[in-house]
């Protein structure tokens, strides 16, 4: 049976890598991509959806009748120009609401990006941030929920980010130092790894850490 995914984040460097995936994936026959602008891909399999992200209703309309939602959102600091209350409205406030919509709509499976390290108990507001979405989610109690907490990401970004480009080419060098949860990892292994799970009629939810991810490619 095909399944139709709405997925969140496209333009992103996971996101991006799991689109590429989805359009050549027989399984998903239907694409919903929702973003705030227009996004030009060539595939008959897509459709993509502008929303107002503040509003609640357009989560829950783009999403009903889809079997599987997928979100790579995400912000820096530079973007918000380091405001953390604008922050917060990304990396939480629109995750939160995606997994509202899932839950109204019973969708099968919500997949989204975390971060190695996350802990609402953390000091550092990042990581706080990131175990407080979480927390929040997995709440809702969701048909089933897969959580993936990659560190620093592997591949070409669209934007340009001078310190995490200076950071993909040491990092690499020591992670034989590092722990494994900590290690950097591909974007194409992460992207890999979510659809290959969505696919499984998995319940509750799981947290994906970097040997997690990558037993599963």
């Known amino acids: 049976m095909n399944k139709s995914v709405t997925l969140f984040g496209s333009t992103g460097l996971i ?11 027989n399984y998903f026959e239907n694409i919903n991509i929702i973003s705030r602008k227009k996004i030009s891909v060539d595939s008959k399999k897509i459709k993509n959806y502008t929303i107002d992200f503040s509003n609640l209703r357009d989560y829950k309309k783009i999403i009903k009748k889809n079997d599987v939602v997928i979100a790579s959102i995400g912000t820096t600091q ?21 997994a509202i919509a899932c839950k109204s709509n019973e969708v099968s499976s919500f997949s989204f990006i975390s971060t190695a390290g996350a802990n609402a108990k953390s000091k550092n507001f990042y990581l706080k941030l990131k175990g407080e979405i979480e927390n929040s989610i997995i709440e809702l109690g969701l048909k089933s929920c897969l959580i993936f907490r990659p560190s620093l990401l592997l591949g070409k970004r669209n934007e340009f980010r001078f310190g995490e480009i200076i950071a993909q080419k040491f990092m690499p060098l020591i992670s034989f130092l590092m722990k494994s949860n900590y290690k950097p990892i591909k974007a194409t292994d992460v ?27």
Do not use: Q, W
């Open 191 to 217: 992207a890999k790894s979510i659809l290959n799970e969505t696919r499984k009629k998995m319940k509750g939810y799981k947290i994906y850490h970097y040997n997690d991810i990558l037993s599963v490619l």
């Open 15 to 25: 996101g991006s890598e799991v689109l590429k995936l989805l359009i050549n994936d």
């Open 78 to 98: 530079s973007k918000v120009n380091f405001d953390k209350t604008e922050y917060r409205k990304v990396d939480y406030d629109i995750l939160l609401n995606i």
